[in-house]
């Protein structure tokens, strides 16, 4: 497929989200996309993640509601569930990633695309979603012993719940590498270095990359 090509579905699809049209999303991403060979990464991030990074636009700029903004990022999540049982897999590389937006952050889109990456590449994950508070997640880390615990932030504002996370885990599992990822860390770069925690990137992409050197598999 062309450039065009995907450019084309993209404002298709985009279109669809902004008419509310379920039915039209997900045609267009299995029938236009999947089953015409775009891979699952290019619907993943030129489409899907695309697509929302313009719903964000229209919306900081009063082009369209709240309420718009909602059924679109619906639509995007049902798009990504569908997707889900298609995705090609590496054989399992015997390692366990856990990831999680750190309390109070509601943006999981990008982190459950990070997920299905990570699934991809041959990690075993467990993907905890939005908002986890810090001790929760302290205790689930150390019930379920991952190898890498990956923690995403979007909103600047949340770096203090990100601290907060940080040192919980590193009290309960004090050698578990962890990393960090998500818009914030591009708003507010260094963050990351303050904390003593690598930045693994600015996409789903790179994070798999990061995670591969990590662990040389
Ligand atoms: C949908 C959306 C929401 C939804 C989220 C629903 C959900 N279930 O996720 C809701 C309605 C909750 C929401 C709320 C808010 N939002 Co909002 N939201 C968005 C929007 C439109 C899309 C987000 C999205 O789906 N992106 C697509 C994903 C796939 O991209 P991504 O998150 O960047 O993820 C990729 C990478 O960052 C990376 N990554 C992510 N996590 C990790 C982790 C690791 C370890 C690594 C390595 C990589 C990594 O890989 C991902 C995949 O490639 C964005 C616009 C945008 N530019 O993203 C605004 C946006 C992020 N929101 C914004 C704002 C202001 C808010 C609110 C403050 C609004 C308000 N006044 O209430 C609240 C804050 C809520 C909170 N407490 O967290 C602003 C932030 C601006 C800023 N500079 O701070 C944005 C940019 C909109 C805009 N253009 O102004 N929002």
């Not at 039209?24 to 996309?33: F, K, P, S």
């Not at 030129?46 to 509601?65: C, K, P, T, Y």
Request: proline content about 5%; overall charge negative; hydrophobic content about 45%.
């Amino acid at each position: 497929m062309t450039t065009d090509t995907i450019e084309v579905l993209r404002q298709a699809y985009l279109r669809a989200q902004l008419a509310g049209n379920r039915r039209e999303a997900l045609r267009l991403i299995v029938d236009e996309g999947l089953m015409r060979g775009l891979s699952i990464p290019t619907l993943h991030l030129d489409i899907i993640q695309s697509a929302q990074v313009e719903i964000g636009r229209l919306w900081q700029e009063n082009h369209i509601s709240v309420a718009q903004e909602h059924l679109a990022t619906a639509i995007s999540q049902l798009a990504l569930s569908h997707l889900y049982r298609h995705l090609p897999r590496d054989p399992a590389n015997g390692r366990t990633v856990m990831l999680s937006c750190v309390e109070g952050e509601l943006h999981e889109l990008g982190a459950r695309i990070a997920s299905d990456f990570l699934e991809m590449a041959g990690f075993d994950v467990r993907f905890l979603g939005a908002n986890v508070p810090a001790e929760h997640l302290a205790r689930e880390v150390r019930e379920s012993k991952p190898d890498l615990l990956a923690l995403s932030v979007t909103m600047s504002y949340h770096v203090p719940a990100l601290r907060k996370a940080v040192t919980a885990v590193r009290e309960v599992e004090p050698l578990l590498p962890m990393a960090v990822g998500g818009l914030a860390f591009t708003w507010a770069p260094g963050v990351e270095a303050e904390l003593g925690v690598p930045f693994f990137g600015k996409d789903a992409r790179e994070l798999v990359a990061a995670a591969c050197r990590m662990f040389e598999v």
